[in-house]
């Protein structure tokens, strides 16, 4: 039997705005395009210099804070695959941090 996953965020309510403003600025900096998939979204950001360290700065920092997302990057030669999913009940903060018509 599967334990549920709580969907749950361990940031206060000024942390989660500062977390979602460092999402937003890195995409807007680096998003190539935004694909919704199962659970989540797909996104391809630009290699340019800084992107891949502030990314894994920002994974790690999600990671923490909610883990009940499944984050994964697969780098290419010219863009970092970031594949973001979650439970459906956890649906709101994915479209949060990751939503939007900028991709």
Do not use: H, K, Y
Not at 35 to 52: D, N, S
């Amino acid at each position: 039997m599967t334990r549920p996953v709580a969907i749950a965020c361990s940031l206060d309510a000024a942390g989660a705005v500062q977390r979602v403003r460092e999402w937003r600025l890195l995409l807007e900096r680096a998003l190539v395009s935004r694909t919704p998939v199962a659970g989540g979204v797909r996104m391809e950001l630009a290699a340019l210099p800084g992107v891949r360290q502030e990314l894994e700065g920002l994974i790690q920092a999600e990671r923490a804070c909610c883990p009940f997302l499944s984050i994964d990057v697969v780098p290419s030669d010219a863009v970092l695959v970031l594949v973001v999913t979650a439970p459906a009940t956890g649906a709101a903060i994915v479209a949060e941090l990751f939503g939007g018509d900028n991709g």
